[in-house]
């Protein structure tokens, strides 16, 4: 028996049990998108530290749906700005333009659609006595939900939550990985403990006592 030969077999053996079994795993965790997404380089959101602060979004969609963000660094007020906003929408041409601000920890938050444009309302920063509970992103390829965390401040009247615009924001704050399209659902627990699913043509408005539910039509 020639030992040599015989160990020179086994290596090439071992060689290829391996090589196998890297191909294996390899397929497997290919299959996997939440294995192979939580490698992806996802940029977080993170929220100015500053008492006061605007950004404005245009939500866009080439090859995938995106944010473009203008950050006002200099403005005189916030409801001027808005009155601006609503008057020339984004800085960049897209399907929704979602204006948000912050002051004295009150959110606002409001949006506009090319396919239908929506009113001008007034800024508020008066107290909803409405909160959701309970805000679940579900997306029919991904094999998990994640609980979406709204601010304390987001709960004020006339405040325009649950677009398109607004919910890649929210996911664009947390870490979990996630996939984004017009198909996503959301399960809402309201403050009287009512279930509500909401799909990505519709959004809500805030009033001092309750909400209303409206349509989107982004026109693609």
Same mark, same amino acid.
């Given at each position: 028996?020639?030992i040599?030969k015989?160990i020179k077999?086994? /290596?090439?053996?071992?060689?290829?049990?391996l090589?196998?079994?890297?191909?294996?795993i390899y397929?497997?965790?290919?299959? =996997?998108?939440? @294995?192979? *997404?939580?490698f =992806?380089?996802? $940029?977080?959101?993170?929220? &100015?530290?500053k008492?006061e602060?605007?950004?404005?979004?245009?939500?866009v969609h080439f *090859?995938?749906?995106e944010? /473009?963000?203008? $950050? +006002? %660094?200099?403005?005189?007020?916030?409801?001027?700005e808005?009155?601006?906003?609503f008057?020339?929408k984004?800085?960049f041409?897209?399907?929704?333009?979602f204006?948000l601000a912050k002051?004295d920890?009150?959110?606002?938050?409001?949006c506009?659609? $090319?396919a239908?444009?929506?009113?001008? *309302?007034d800024i508020s920063f008066l107290k909803?006595?409405v909160e959701?509970?309970?805000?679940?992103? /579900?997306h &029919?390829?991904?094999?998990?939900?994640i609980? +979406?965390v709204? &601010?304390?401040?987001m709960?004020v009247? $006339?405040?325009? +939550?649950?677009?398109p615009?607004?919910?890649?924001?929210?996911l =664009?704050s =947390?870490?979990?990985y996630? @996939?984004? %399209?017009?198909n996503?659902?959301?399960?809402?627990i %309201?403050?009287?403990i009512?279930?509500?699913?909401?799909s990505?043509?519709?959004?809500?408005?805030?009033?001092r006592? *309750?909400y209303?539910?409206?349509s989107?039509h982004?026109?693609?």
């Amino acid at each position: 028996m020639n030992i040599w030969k015989e160990i020179k077999k086994g /290596c090439i053996d071992i060689a290829i049990f391996l090589f196998e079994r890297y191909v294996d795993i390899y397929i497997w965790f290919h299959k =996997q998108e939440y @294995l192979t *997404s939580f490698f =992806q380089n996802k $940029v977080k959101f993170i929220e &100015p530290e500053k008492p006061e602060w605007i950004h404005i979004y245009s939500f866009v969609h080439f *090859s995938k749906y995106e944010l /473009c963000e203008t $950050v +006002l %660094d200099a403005y005189h007020s916030i409801e001027e700005e808005y009155s601006r906003f609503f008057n020339k929408k984004g800085r960049f041409p897209g399907l929704e333009y979602f204006f948000l601000a912050k002051k004295d920890g009150l959110y606002i938050s409001r949006c506009y659609f $090319v396919a239908n444009p929506v009113i001008k *309302s007034d800024i508020s920063f008066l107290k909803s006595k409405v909160e959701f509970t309970y805000v679940e992103y /579900c997306h &029919p390829r991904m094999n998990f939900t994640i609980e +979406l965390v709204i &601010p304390e401040g987001m709960w004020v009247i $006339v405040n325009q +939550l649950f677009t398109p615009a607004f919910i890649l924001r929210l996911l =664009q704050s =947390q870490t979990k990985y996630y @996939l984004f %399209d017009m198909n996503y659902k959301l399960n809402i627990i %309201d403050h009287e403990i009512q279930n509500l699913t909401l799909s990505s043509d519709m959004y809500i408005i805030l009033d001092r006592y *309750s909400y209303g539910l409206h349509s989107i039509h982004l026109g693609e």
